[in-house]
């Protein structure tokens, strides 16, 4: 089994960021905007979850969101998150099942971080993607690639591979 079959299988549609997605769960309940911090504009889902997939022919672009963001790999071949937290500081981890090789099941990125993911050529990963509060589109920012490479020069590369 392969990327195309998962897309197939599950429904998957093409994702804003790269990569296929659909929406598996959203709370029948909010958190009202009195309840959530500043950032937020207007009531929230307590969480939200998606089917993610992405294959070596594309790359989940550079963005960020308002909230945490748990990752969790599901089948295929090892990803790779890429991190910019609000400091500046660049780090990634491997989602997979090689953990002798340092991947993991589950990471999570923390709200307000620029994130990205690839996978190696024809290679592809299925993961699913959990956010608390849950995640509203209002709330997801897409990295313009100027912008973010004059924000932090020093990660101009990533930044130039992870942006369109």
Known sequence: MGGRH???????????????????????????LA????RFKGPRSFATSIYFLLTGETFSALHRIKQDELW???DGD?????VIDAS???HQQRLGRQFEQGEVFQF????????????????YALVGCTVAPGFD??????????VLSSEFPQHRDLIAALTR
């Open 137 to 146: 589109f209002s709330d997801f920012e897409l990295a313009d690639r100027s």
């Open 6 to 32: 998962w897309i197939e299988q599950l429904g998957l549609q093409a994702h804003p960021e790269g990569g296929w997605f659909r929406e598996l769960y959203r709370s029948s309940e909010a958190i009202p």
């Open 72 to 74: 969790h790999f599901y």
């Open 88 to 90: 500046g500081d660049y």
């Open 35 to 38: 309840g959530l911090p500043s």
């Open 108 to 123: 999570a990125v923390e709200a307000g971080s620029w994130f990205g993911a690839t996978v190696e050529p024809g290679a």
């Open 78 to 82: 090892g990803l790779t998150v890429h």
